[in-house]
C-alpha cells in the first residue's frame, strides 16, 4: 500500500483556523475580503509554473489492461521458474539497463527512456487502477465505477486548463475510443469535478485509410473528420441555433453547446483538419509506426501535438491495437504466447517509431511521452499458463520533456513483488509530469463551486 500518514482530529483542526486567521488577517492588511484574496491566491497559483519545465506537449500511450512488468521492463532471469516464465532480458543500447527479448526496437532507445521499475498502488480491479494512474488520486468508490461528477479529472483535463491551445485546436484529445471494462465507461478519463468542457475529445483516425482498423462504438461520441462537407456542417448549425428550443436543461445545453461548438471549430479549421489526415503523411513514416489502428493512433497523437494540442491520450490496447485480435494486456491466460506475438511486438514498434520520429525532427525534448497502465500482473503463473492482475509492483516508462534518458529508478525485488528501493505511486508520477510540463504540481484548480483543489499531492521525481 501506499505510504500513509496518520493525523489527530484536533490537531487539524486547530491547524486549520491558525491558517485560515492568518490568511485573514493578510487579506486585510491588503485591504480586500478573505474570498477574493483566496481567488487571486487560487489564480495565482493557477499560473505558477515551474522552471524545469520543457514539454509544450504530452502524449499518454495506455496501456488499458495491465502490461506485465515481468515480460517487459523487469524481468526476474534468476528467479525459480514459477516466476521467472519464458522470456529472457537482453542488452539495450545503455549499458547496464536490459529489457525484454520481445522489444528490440525499443532496447536501441533506452538513452531516451527513463524506466520506472518501483511505481504501485494497492487497487487490482482495471477501471479503479486506471483511475488511479490517470487521475493520481486513490478511486473514489468501489466496484465499477462509471463516470460521475465528482470523480477526479483526467490528466489530459487537468492539463487543459493550464494549456491554452489556438482556435480551433482541442485542448485535449483521445484516441482512438474510450476505455471500457464489462461494458461501462470507466470514470477517470473524464472532466469530474472540472465539468464537461475539460473533457478530452475522442478522436479516431479515419477509417477509409488504407491501414484500415476496427470501427468501434463504445458509448461515447468519436469524432471522425474524414469526408465532412463543411458548408453544410455551417449551414446545418446555423439552422439548429434557429430551432433550438429554450426549455433545455442547463447541463444539457451546456454540455451539447461545449461539443458542437468545438466540432465546428475544428471542422472549419485548416489545422486540426491536415493533421488528421494521414494521407498528407511521408508513406515510410507511415509504415514505420506500423499498419494497425493502434501504431496509426501513435502517428496522429505526435501530428496533433505540432498542429497545438497540448496533451494527447492514446489508448494502446484491445483488439485495434493489431488489427482486431480481440488481444489486449489483461493476459490471465496464455500470457507468454499473446505477449510475444500480438501485444510487445506492436508495443515495440509503434512507441519506437514515436520516439524515433519525435528525435528525427528535433521535438522530442519539447514532447513529453509518457507510457502508462493500470498495474502489472502476478509474480506467479497461473493454471491457464497466464499472470493476473498486480498493483504492488510495476513499470512505466517515460521520454522526452527533460526527462534524462538511459536511467532506471527504483527497484522491484527478486521476485517482482514489491518495491525494493525508491517506491513511488502514481501521484509522484503526476507531479514529474507536471514539472516536465511548466505545470507547479501544487498548483490549484476550482470546480463547478469555485471550490479550490491542488492538482497533485505527489512528489517530484528526480528524472528531470
Same mark, same amino acid.
Given at each position: 500500500?501506499?505510504?500513509?500518514?496518520?493525523?489527530?482530529d484536533t490537531s487539524v483542526s486547530e491547524s486549520k483556523l491558525s491558517r485560515?486567521?492568518?490568511?485573514?488577517?493578510?487579506?486585510?492588511?491588503?485591504?480586500?475580503?478573505?474570498?477574493?484574496?483566496?481567488?487571486?491566491?487560487?489564480?495565482?497559483?493557477?499560473?505558477?509554473?515551474?522552471?524545469?519545465?520543457?514539454?509544450?506537449?504530452?502524449?499518454?500511450?495506455?496501456?488499458?489492461?495491465?502490461?506485465?512488468?515481468?515480460?517487459?521492463?523487469?524481468?526476474?532471469?534468476?528467479?525459480?521458474?514459477?516466476?521467472?516464465?519464458?522470456?529472457?532480458?537482453?542488452?539495450?543500447?545503455?549499458?547496464?539497463?536490459?529489457?525484454?527479448?520481445?522489444?528490440p526496437l525499443l532496447a536501441q532507445h533506452t538513452d531516451k527512456l527513463a524506466?520506472?521499475?518501483?511505481?504501485?498502488?494497492?487497487?487490482?480491479?482495471?477501471?479503479?487502477?486506471?483511475?488511479?494512474?490517470?487521475?493520481?488520486?486513490?478511486?473514489?468508490?468501489?466496484?465499477?465505477?462509471?463516470?460521475?461528477?465528482?470523480?477526479?479529472?483526467?490528466?489530459?483535463?487537468?492539463?487543459?486548463?493550464?494549456?491554452?491551445?489556438?482556435?480551433?485546436?482541442?485542448?485535449?484529445?483521445?484516441?482512438?475510443?474510450?476505455?471500457?471494462?464489462? =461494458?461501462?465507461?470507466?470514470?477517470?478519463?473524464? =472532466?469530474?469535478?472540472?465539468?464537461?468542457?475539460?473533457?478530452?475529445?475522442?478522436?479516431?483516425?479515419?477509417?477509409?485509410?488504407?491501414?484500415?482498423?476496427?470501427?468501434?462504438?463504445?458509448?461515447?461520441?468519436?469524432?471522425?473528420?474524414?469526408?465532412?462537407?463543411?458548408?453544410?456542417?455551417?449551414?446545418?448549425?446555423?439552422?439548429?441555433?434557429?430551432?433550438?428550443?429554450?426549455?433545455?436543461?442547463?447541463?444539457?445545453?451546456?454540455?451539447?453547446?461545449? &461539443?458542437?461548438?468545438?466540432?465546428?471549430?475544428?471542422?472549419?479549421?485548416?489545422?486540426?483538419?491536415?493533421?488528421?489526415?494521414?494521407?498528407?503523411?511521408?508513406?515510410?513514416?507511415?509504415?514505420?509506426?506500423?499498419?494497425?489502428?493502434?501504431?496509426?493512433?501513435?502517428?496522429?497523437?505526435?501530428?496533433?501535438?505540432?498542429?497545438?494540442?497540448?496533451?494527447?491520450?492514446?489508448?494502446?490496447?484491445?483488439?485495434?491495437?493489431?488489427?482486431?485480435?480481440?488481444?489486449?494486456?489483461?493476459?490471465?491466460?496464455?500470457?507468454?504466447?499473446?505477449?510475444?506475438?500480438?501485444?510487445?511486438?506492436? &508495443?515495440?514498434?509503434?512507441?519506437?517509431?514515436?520516439?524515433?520520429?519525435?528525435?528525427?525532427?528535433?521535438?522530442?525534448?519539447?514532447?513529453?511521452?509518457?507510457?502508462?497502465?493500470? &498495474? =502489472?500482473?502476478?509474480?506467479?503463473?497461473?493454471?491457464?499458463?497466464?499472470?493476473?492482475?498486480?498493483?504492488?509492483?510495476?513499470?512505466?516508462?517515460?521520454? =522526452?520533456?527533460?526527462?534524462?534518458?538511459?536511467?532506471?529508478?527504483?527497484?522491484?525485488?527478486?521476485?517482482?513483488?514489491?518495491?525494493?528501493?525508491?517506491?513511488?505511486?502514481?501521484?509522484?508520477?503526476?507531479?514529474?509530469?507536471?514539472?516536465?510540463?511548466?505545470?507547479?504540481?501544487?498548483?490549484?484548480?476550482?470546480?463547478?463551486?469555485?471550490?479550490?483543489?491542488?492538482?497533485?499531492?505527489?512528489?517530484?521525481?528526480?528524472?528531470?
Amino acid at each position: 500500500m501506499l505510504p500513509h500518514r496518520d493525523t489527530d482530529d484536533t490537531s487539524v483542526s486547530e491547524s486549520k483556523l491558525s491558517r485560515r486567521r492568518a490568511l485573514t488577517t493578510t487579506a486585510a492588511l491588503c485591504g480586500m475580503s478573505l474570498p477574493n484574496f483566496l481567488r487571486l491566491r487560487a489564480s495565482s497559483a493557477e499560473q505558477t509554473r515551474s522552471p524545469a519545465g520543457q514539454a509544450k506537449s504530452c502524449i499518454i500511450v495506455y496501456c488499458w489492461g495491465g502490461m506485465s512488468h515481468l515480460e517487459s521492463f523487469d524481468l526476474k532471469p534468476k528467479a525459480p521458474a514459477e516466476v521467472r516464465g519464458e522470456f529472457s532480458p537482453i542488452p539495450t543500447i545503455v549499458p547496464g539497463i536490459e529489457i525484454s527479448e520481445h522489444l528490440p526496437l525499443l532496447a536501441q532507445h533506452t538513452d531516451k527512456l527513463a524506466i520506472i521499475r518501483s511505481i504501485h498502488h494497492d487497487d487490482t480491479a482495471h477501471g479503479r487502477g486506471m483511475y488511479w494512474n490517470l487521475t493520481g488520486h486513490r478511486p473514489p468508490r468501489a466496484g465499477n465505477i462509471p463516470p460521475m461528477q465528482d470523480d477526479w479529472p483526467s490528466l489530459p483535463a487537468m492539463v487543459s486548463n493550464f494549456r491554452s491551445a489556438p482556435k480551433g485546436v482541442p485542448n485535449a484529445v483521445r484516441l482512438p475510443y474510450p476505455m471500457v471494462d464489462n =461494458g461501462t465507461l470507466q470514470a477517470g478519463e473524464y =472532466g469530474g469535478w472540472l465539468g464537461v468542457q475539460s473533457e478530452p475529445i475522442v478522436m479516431r483516425p479515419s477509417q477509409g485509410d488504407p491501414f484500415g482498423g476496427v470501427s468501434r462504438n463504445l458509448g461515447a461520441e468519436v469524432l471522425n473528420l474524414k469526408d465532412v462537407d463543411v458548408p453544410r456542417l455551417v449551414s446545418r448549425s446555423h439552422l439548429l441555433t434557429a430551432l433550438e428550443s429554450p426549455s433545455r436543461s442547463m447541463q444539457s445545453h451546456g454540455s451539447f453547446e461545449h &461539443f458542437h461548438s468545438l466540432a465546428e471549430d475544428i471542422l472549419s479549421g485548416s489545422a486540426v483538419k491536415q493533421a488528421y489526415d494521414l494521407d498528407r503523411e511521408d508513406p515510410r513514416i507511415r509504415e514505420l509506426y506500423g499498419k494497425h489502428l493502434g501504431g496509426q493512433s501513435m502517428l496522429l497523437a505526435r501530428r496533433l501535438t505540432e498542429v497545438g494540442v497540448p496533451i494527447v491520450q492514446v489508448c494502446c490496447a484491445a483488439g485495434d491495437l493489431n488489427g482486431g485480435s480481440g488481444d489486449m494486456w489483461d493476459t490471465h491466460g496464455d500470457n507468454f504466447n499473446r505477449l510475444k506475438k500480438n501485444l510487445l511486438p506492436v &508495443f515495440d514498434r509503434s512507441v519506437s517509431a514515436l520516439l524515433q520520429d519525435l528525435s528525427d525532427r528535433g521535438t522530442l525534448n519539447e514532447t513529453l511521452v509518457v507510457a502508462l497502465t493500470d &498495474f =502489472g500482473r502476478t509474480p506467479h503463473i497461473n493454471g491457464a499458463a497466464g499472470r493476473d492482475h498486480y498493483p504492488y509492483v510495476y513499470s512505466i516508462a517515460m521520454a =522526452g520533456g527533460g526527462i534524462r534518458g538511459g536511467q532506471v529508478y527504483g527497484s522491484s525485488d527478486d521476485k517482482g513483488a514489491f518495491p525494493r528501493t525508491q517506491p513511488c505511486g502514481p501521484p509522484d508520477v503526476h507531479a514529474t509530469i507536471f514539472q516536465s510540463l511548466g505545470i507547479s504540481p501544487r498548483a490549484e484548480l476550482r470546480d463547478m463551486l469555485n471550490r479550490p483543489h491542488t492538482i497533485c499531492d505527489g512528489e517530484v521525481l528526480p528524472l528531470l
